[in-house]
């Protein structure tokens, strides 16, 4: 008679394999999904303005940790949308922007033309906000 593996430790062994890279996988792309939503910032609906020479637009912090100063970087682009304008967009509130909360970034500039499409570009961890606002004056 031959000597091996019963058939009930066979299918606990396999078991046991089948949970564990469950588990390691579960783990691995977990990782994946908490990036893509911990920092994640949207544009409040018709909050991109342009007033004289001032650009506008309210974002708000949609993730689960709060998005400080280094975490993100705000631009107006031209309407050929190849470069940036002379401002540097600030934030008012200061950041960290806090989970549900809002601030409002604005910049001033003298380089505007009427009638122009601008585009505001806002980038926090993995999101993107991107506003195009046409400037009347």
Known sequence: ?????????????LLLITVALAGAAWAYLGGFMGMYTEKTIIASPNSALCIGNTFRVTI???GTSPILSGDISAKVLNPA????LGC??????ALP?????STEYSCTTTELSA???YTILIVAGTSTVRETIVCSS
């Not at 949308?81 to 940036?84: E, T």
């Not at 540097?88 to 509130?93: E, F, H, N, R, W």
């Not at 922007?97 to 909360?101: G, I, M, S």
């Open 88 to 93: 540097a967009m600030v934030a008012s509130p």
């Open 97 to 101: 922007l806090n989970e549900k909360k």
């Open 115 to 117: 009638g122009q499409a």
């Open 60 to 62: 708000n912090n949609a």
């Open 1 to 13: 008679m031959r000597k091996g593996i019963t058939p009930i430790i066979s299918t606990i062994v």
């Open 81 to 84: 949308g190849a470069s940036a």
